[in-house]
Protein backbone atom coordinates (compact mmCIF):
# COMPACT_ATOMS: atom_id res chain seq x y z
CA UNK A 1 0.00 0.00 0.00
CA UNK A 2 1.62 3.34 -1.31
CA UNK A 3 1.94 5.98 1.87
CA UNK A 4 2.99 9.53 2.56
CA UNK A 5 3.40 10.58 5.99
CA UNK A 6 4.49 14.49 6.72
CA UNK A 7 6.09 15.59 9.67
CA UNK A 8 8.12 18.61 10.66
CA UNK A 9 5.26 21.43 10.96
CA UNK A 10 4.77 23.70 14.15
CA UNK A 11 4.35 26.86 14.83
CA UNK A 12 7.32 29.59 13.83
CA UNK A 13 7.98 33.27 13.90
CA UNK A 14 8.08 35.61 11.31
CA UNK A 15 10.98 35.31 9.82
CA UNK A 16 12.11 31.60 10.78
CA UNK A 17 12.80 28.23 9.47
CA UNK A 18 11.20 25.31 9.05
CA UNK A 19 12.13 21.63 7.52
CA UNK A 20 9.20 19.43 6.39
CA UNK A 21 9.79 15.69 5.30
CA UNK A 22 7.29 13.26 3.86
CA UNK A 23 8.10 9.91 4.32
CA UNK A 24 7.43 7.29 1.68
CA UNK A 25 6.41 4.05 1.79
CA UNK A 26 5.04 0.65 -0.27
CA UNK A 27 6.89 2.13 -3.46
CA UNK A 28 10.00 3.12 -4.66
CA UNK A 29 9.57 6.85 -4.61
CA UNK A 30 12.94 7.47 -6.71
CA UNK A 31 10.63 6.71 -9.60
CA UNK A 32 8.02 8.99 -9.00
CA UNK A 33 7.84 13.37 -9.02
CA UNK A 34 6.84 14.59 -5.48
CA UNK A 35 5.63 17.95 -4.84
CA UNK A 36 4.85 20.27 -2.27
CA UNK A 37 1.14 21.69 -1.71
CA UNK A 38 -0.70 23.93 0.98
CA UNK A 39 -4.22 24.73 1.74
CA UNK A 40 -5.22 27.71 3.93
CA UNK A 41 -8.49 28.23 5.23
CA UNK A 42 -10.54 29.71 2.63
CA UNK A 43 -8.36 29.14 0.12
CA UNK A 44 -7.50 27.19 -2.88
CA UNK A 45 -5.02 24.50 -2.77
CA UNK A 46 -1.40 25.85 -3.92
CA UNK A 47 1.85 23.76 -5.17
CA UNK A 48 4.44 24.95 -3.76
CA UNK A 49 7.23 23.17 -5.43
CA UNK A 50 7.81 19.97 -7.41
CA UNK A 51 10.83 17.81 -8.13
CA UNK A 52 11.12 14.93 -10.64
CA UNK A 53 13.23 11.79 -10.58
CA UNK A 54 15.77 13.45 -12.66
CA UNK A 55 16.20 15.93 -9.79
CA UNK A 56 14.70 18.98 -11.60
CA UNK A 57 12.97 21.15 -9.29
CA UNK A 58 9.76 23.59 -10.20
CA UNK A 59 8.74 25.91 -7.53
CA UNK A 60 5.84 28.58 -7.47
CA UNK A 61 6.72 32.59 -7.53
CA UNK A 62 5.31 32.88 -3.71
CA UNK A 63 8.34 30.78 -2.48
CA UNK A 64 10.94 30.84 -5.03
CA UNK A 65 14.40 31.93 -3.27
CA UNK A 66 12.69 30.88 0.88
CA UNK A 67 11.54 27.25 0.37
CA UNK A 68 13.87 24.49 -1.20
CA UNK A 69 12.85 21.28 -2.40
CA UNK A 70 14.92 17.98 -1.92
CA UNK A 71 14.73 14.33 -1.77
CA UNK A 72 16.80 11.66 -0.16
CA UNK A 73 16.08 8.38 -2.32
CA UNK A 74 17.93 6.05 0.13
CA UNK A 75 15.50 7.50 2.84
CA UNK A 76 12.35 7.29 0.33
CA UNK A 77 11.90 10.85 1.63
CA UNK A 78 11.20 14.13 0.27
CA UNK A 79 11.72 17.89 2.35
CA UNK A 80 10.90 20.99 2.07
CA UNK A 81 12.85 23.80 4.01
CA UNK A 82 11.37 27.09 4.55
CA UNK A 83 12.93 30.04 5.46
CA UNK A 84 11.69 33.38 5.92
CA UNK A 85 8.44 32.39 6.53
CA UNK A 86 6.22 34.92 6.73
CA UNK A 87 2.48 34.88 8.10
CA UNK A 88 0.49 34.20 4.86
CA UNK A 89 2.68 30.71 5.03
CA UNK A 90 0.48 29.64 7.40
CA UNK A 91 -1.59 26.72 6.28
CA UNK A 92 -1.74 22.69 6.30
CA UNK A 93 0.79 21.68 4.00
CA UNK A 94 0.67 18.40 1.93
CA UNK A 95 2.82 15.97 -0.04
CA UNK A 96 2.12 14.40 -2.87
CA UNK A 97 3.68 12.01 -5.59
CA UNK A 98 2.43 10.11 -8.71
CA UNK A 99 4.58 7.76 -11.08
CA UNK A 100 6.39 9.74 -13.88
CA UNK A 101 5.92 8.63 -17.18
CA UNK A 102 8.26 11.47 -18.42
CA UNK A 103 6.54 15.34 -19.12
CA UNK A 104 4.68 17.34 -16.73
CA UNK A 105 4.56 16.24 -12.98
CA UNK A 106 0.68 16.77 -12.32
CA UNK A 107 -2.28 14.67 -11.50
CA UNK A 108 -0.93 13.23 -8.27
CA UNK A 109 -3.19 9.94 -7.12
CA UNK A 110 -1.02 9.88 -3.50
CA UNK A 111 -1.38 12.16 -0.63
CA UNK A 112 -0.39 12.52 2.67
CA UNK A 113 -2.21 13.74 5.55
CA UNK A 114 -0.91 16.80 5.61
CA UNK A 115 0.91 19.13 8.38
CA UNK A 116 0.04 22.34 9.91
CA UNK A 117 2.67 25.29 10.33
CA UNK A 118 1.32 28.57 11.98
CA UNK A 119 4.08 31.69 10.84
CA UNK A 120 3.00 34.56 13.82
CA UNK A 121 4.03 38.07 13.16
Known amino acids: QMQLVESGGGSVQAGGSLRLSCVAS????????MAWFRQAPGKERERLAS???????KYADSVKGRFTISRDNAKNTLYLQMSSLKPEDTAMYYC???????????????WGQGTQVTVSS
Open 96 to 110: ATRWWPGGACSDFNI
Open 26 to 33: GYIASRYC
Open 51 to 57: IYPTGNT
